[in-house]
C-alpha cells in the first residue's frame, strides 16, 4: 500500500481509547506511513519515531461564560493540516469525529484537498452519547460523513447498529490488542522487578506460599461505571477466609470516595494506591488475579493487559467483556454490581491454585493467539486507506 498521511484525533489520557490510538499510530508509522498525532498534551505511551509528529491543539477556554473551545480549536487544526493528510483518523466520537467532520466542511468550503474521516467508537460515546436523543442526531451525522467506521467488539457494533440506525455490517470490529512483549508473563522479567510485597508493608507471611497474602490487581480510571467501591466491598468479605491484599492503578472522580470506604472498612494497610503510571507490566504480572467489576465495558482494555501477562480475569458479564475473557478458560465473569458474587468468584480461584495456574497459561496463550498487533493494525490500515 502506498505511505498514507494520516492525521489521529484522540485522548491524550492513559485510557483505553487513548492507548489503542496511540499504539495505532505508532505501528502504522513503523509501517512507513506518516502519523500527527493532534492532540491538547503529550501521549504518555508515545514511543519517538521519525514518522510521527504531534500538533499540539490550544486546550484553553474563552468565549461568553468561558465556553469550552477545543472543539473548535481541534476542527480548526484539522482543516489547516487538510491539504496535508489523507485521512483523519478519529478515535472517540465526541469531540474528536465531531471536530475533524467540521474540518472536512472548513476545508471544502476553502477549496482545498479534502482529507476522508475514519471514525473509530469506543464505548461510552455510544452507550451514553448516542442513547441522549439530544445528541443522537450529531453522531449519526458522523457516521455518515466517515468513509468507514469502527469499534472494538462486536457487541459495541451492535448497540452503534441499533442506536445509530445503521447496517450492522457498515461497522467493522476491529478488537484492541496488546503489545504482547510488553505485557508478559513475570519471568519475562527480572527477577527484582515487580516486587508486590514492597507495596504492603504491614502484611507479613509472604515467604511462606501456602499462607501468603495473595494480591488482586484493578486499572481503572475511577469513573462511576468503574465501581470500583464494589471491588474493595469484595476485598472486605474476602478476608476472613483468605488473607488478600488490592492494588489499584489509575486515577478519576471516584478515587477519593474509594479511599474513604478503604479507611472505614480497615482495608488501608491492604489496599495500594499506584495512582496513573504508563509502565507498570512487571508489576501486575506478579499479581494474582485482576478483577474489573464494571457495569459497562465494551471491550476492557485494562483487563486484556492482564491476560497477556498471564493473570486471570474476574469481571462482570457485561458488554464486550465476553468477547475478552473466556468464561472459565481465562477468567470468570460474574453478574454486575453483586460484590459477593465478585468475592465468591475470586476466592474460588484463589483457594484452588493448580485452576488458577491452568488459566494463568490459558490467559496468556489466548492474548497471543487472538488480541496480537499485527492483524488489527493491517485491518485499521486497510480502512484508512480505503
Ligand atoms: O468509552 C469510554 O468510556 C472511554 C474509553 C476510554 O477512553 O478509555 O473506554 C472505552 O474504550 C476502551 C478502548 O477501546 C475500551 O477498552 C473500554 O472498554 C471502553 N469503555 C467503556 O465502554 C466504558
Redesign the pocket.
Known sequence: MNSLRIGIAC?PTL????I?ATEVGARLAARGHRVRFFVPSELPRLPLHTHVTIDRVPSGTSGPGGAGNYPIALAAALASAAAELDVIHAH?AVPHAVSAVLARAIATREGVRVPRVVTTF????I?SLAQDPTLRGVLRSVASESSALSV?SAWLRDRAAALLELDPAAIEVVP?FVDHNAFAPHDAFAPHDGDLRALFPRLSGWDDPTRRPRVLWHSS?FRA?KRVSDLVQALSMMQARCETALVLLGDGPDRNDVQALVDSLGLADHVAFLGARPSFADLLARADLFLLP?E??????AALEALACGVPVVASDV??LPEVVRDGITGLLVPPKAPAALAEAALALLSNEPRRAEMSRAARADAVLRFSPEPAIAHYERLLGR
Do not use: I
Open positions: 485522548f485510557g483505553g481509547s487513548g489503542v472517540y469506543h464505548g461510552t460515546d452507550t472494538p484492541n480510571s461505571l464494571s459497562t465495558e465494551s471491550f476492557g482494555l458488554g464486550g
